[in-house]
T-cell receptor, first 114, second 107 residues
Framework: NAGVMQNPRHLVRRRGQEARLRCSPM?????VYWYRQLPEEGLKFMVY????????ESGMPKERFSAEFPKEGPSILRIQQVVRGDSAAYFC????????????FGEGSWLTVV | KNEVEQSPQNLTAQEGEFITINCSYS?????LHWLQQHPGGGIVSLFM???GKKKHGRLIATINIQEKHSSLHITASHPRDSAVYIC?????????FGQGTRLTINP
């Protein structure tokens, strides 16, 4: 049973380009969370998704950022027209149930905007 | 004031010492998680607590729901325990993280 798989691990984008980060949750997990860790800062919640539904996107910037978790395939975090301030580590996590269960984290995707 | 406060922010100790990291929170929670983040960044879930105490190897985690406080203890610390330890509380369908405690164990 593979863990939470994220790719790419490292991504370099020029300002104005698009970044797509993928997350495949653990087998059997239907709850996916995205977190961002800016340099020298703590983890911050971005969005919580279940299959085909965004449950809570209160931590996601209103513009340029979007997330989806389709019926088939991985969850995607999409950042359009990236800026230097988007440079961060983006972590995906998954869990089996809504609350009170161990949350498993992926290895993270490091985005660098040049 | 942050919803989750950890102390200390940085901790340096000698190999073999008993380590305690504290976490206080101000919101109602359904569970509390202790996470470990190694240099290089990967995050590992150490414990998920909703009451009482849990032990795994040299790690012990406790939680006092009434006082809204949790502690993570490491016995017989070792240099490989050097990492950032993060407390996260679960409520309203998301985790809220503390800033982390950077632990360095010197040989």
């Amino acid at each position: 049973n593979a863990g939470v798989m994220q790719n790419p691990r490292h991504l370099v984008r020029r300002r104005g380009q698009e970044a797509r980060l993928r997350c495949s949750p653990m087998k059997g997990h239907s709850h996916v969370y995205w977190y961002r860790q800016l340099p020298e800062e703590g983890l911050k919640f971005m969005v919580y998704l279940q299959k085909e539904n965004i449950i809570d996107e209160s931590g996601m910037p209103k513009e340029r950022f979007s997330a989806e978790f389709p019926k088939e395939g991985p969850s995607i975090l999409r950042i359009q027209q990236v800026v230097r301030g988007d440079s961060a580590a983006y972590f995906c996590a998954s869990s089996a149930e809504l609350t009170g269960n161990t949350i498993y984290f992926g290895e993270g995707s490091w985005l660098t905007v040049v | 004031k942050n919803e989750v406060e950890q102390s200390p922010q940085n901790l340096t100790a000698q190999e073999g010492e008993f380590i305690t990291i504290n976490c206080s929170y101000s919101v109602g929670i359904s569970a509390l998680h202790w996470l470990q983040q190694h240099p290089g960044g990967g995050i590992v879930s150490l414990f998920m607590l909703s009451s009482g105490k849990k032990k795994h190897g040299r790690l012990i985690a406790t939680i006092n729901i009434q006082e809204k406080h949790s502690s993570l203890h490491i016995t017989a610390s070792h240099p490989r325990d050097s990492a950032v330890y993060i407390c996260a509380v679960e409520g309203a369908q998301k985790l809220v993280f503390g800033q982390g405690t950077r632990l360095t164990i010197n040989p």
